[in-house]
């Protein structure tokens, strides 16, 4: 099946920076969301994206629907320790199933 | 507390023996997914379900059976046709059939086979 490409795929970084990551497909879609999954549990929603050109945040979460539908972008700002963990990103087109990207892993340094 | 709720956290299967996985939610929402992740991988799709007594195979169906006889379950069966069994199994479930808006996950279960 279709995946999406994710990068970087793995970043590590100091407590306190920001994190910037995306995602990008060779098909557009219609909503892209964002989920975080810590290890041995399921992935937790973060911020779903229905429009073009939409920015939406969830607290230090920053997240925006590309304008041309193939790219999301997620940025966390001032990151701390338990934004520790994978981040995932999946696309939907109506009538078809999700896609999901192969995650970017996420460590921060104290 | 609305959620999906997975069973068992832990599973153990000897070769060549049936496992069934749970998942129940109730969160109302008509259609429900079974995934399996492997380490460093994404995750795909191995059933889907968008509707009661109905199902269709995903990606990755081979080596496994699902039932849908009520809107609230969706289990996994992993039967001993599945060559490499051991994995992280995740199910989740949405509100609308599969053109649904979000999708969200159970806790997961982690499979091995001893």
């Known amino acids: 099946g279709q995946q999406l490409n994710q990068s970087p795929q793995s970043m590590f970084i100091q407590e306190g920076e920001d994190v910037s990551m995306n995602c990008t497909s060779s098909?557009?879609?219609?909503?892209w969301l964002w989920y975080k999954q810590d290890p041995g549990e399921g992935p937790v929603l973060l911020i779903a994206?229905?429009?073009?050109?939409e920015l939406t945040s969830n607290g230090r979460l920053t997240a925006q629907f590309g304008i041309t539908r193939k790219d999301s972008f997620l940025n966390i700002s001032a990151s701390i320790p338990s934004d520790v963990g994978i981040y995932f990103c999946?696309?939907?087109?109506?009538?078809?199933?999700?896609?999901f990207g192969p995650g970017t892993r996420l460590s921060v340094l104290p | 507390d609305g959620g999906i709720t997975q069973s068992p956290k832990y599973l153990f299967r000897k070769e060549g023996q049936n496992v069934t996985l749970s998942c129940e939610q109730n969160l109302n929402h008509d259609a429900m997914y079974w995934y399996r992740q492997d380490p460093g991988q994404g995750l795909r799709l191995i059933y889907y379900?968008?509707?009661?007594?109905?199902?269709q195979k995903g990606d990755i169906a081979e080596g496994y059976s699902v039932s849908r006889e009520k809107k609230e379950s969706f289990p996994l069966t992993v039967t001993s046709a599945q060559k490499n069994p051991t994995a992280f199994y995740l199910c989740?479930?949405?509100?609308?059939?599969?053109?649904?808006?979000?999708?969200?996950f159970g806790p997961g279960t982690r499979l091995t086979v001893l």
């Open positions: 098909s557009i879609f219609n909503t």
């Open positions: 379900s968008q509707i009661v007594n109905d199902f």
């Open positions: 999946a696309g939907l087109n109506y009538g078809q199933n999700f896609v």
């Open positions: 994206l229905y429009k073009a050109g």
């Open positions: 989740a479930s949405s509100g609308r059939r599969v053109s649904t808006d979000t999708q969200y």
